[in-house]
């Protein structure tokens, strides 16, 4: 939801858009840039960030929270979509006031998993 208790659609990245920019990645500024990449293009986080929902700073908790899940990929190995769906379900609560019950926090959790074992796989 919304402010205001107002539901939205928020539409994440297409399959197409995955396949032409999730290529197999082992430098870290590429991870860095491909998970602000994707979460750029989520509607419902770019939605708040524009209505400022977490404040006159939501931009820079939009960066934190990229930050945040680059620095989770970069130190684990071992992540669960579950985690990722947590981190951004806390980080919407907490930084946006804001819950997003249309199905894209798991849709954005899964395209971050699928950039993870990209990572990993490109680093070994």
Excluded: C, Y
């Amino acid at each position: 939801m919304g402010t205001g208790g107002i539901t939205f659609n928020a539409h994440v990245v297409s399959d197409t858009w995955r396949q032409k920019h999730v290529p197999s990645v082992a430098d870290d500024s590429v991870l860095q840039r491909d998970i602000e990449e994707l979460l750029s293009r989520w509607g419902g986080l770019q939605m708040a960030v524009k209505n400022q929902w977490g404040g006159h700073d939501s931009l820079k908790k939009s960066q934190e929270l990229a930050h945040h899940l680059f620095h989770l990929f970069s130190q684990s190995n071992v992540i669960t979509v579950e985690e990722i769906e947590n981190l951004l379900h806390e980080s919407l609560l907490l930084s946006f006031n804001t819950e997003i019950e249309d199905g894209s926090i798991e849709e954005v959790a899964e395209q971050l998993m699928i950039l993870h074992e990209e990572h990993l796989r490109g680093s070994h």
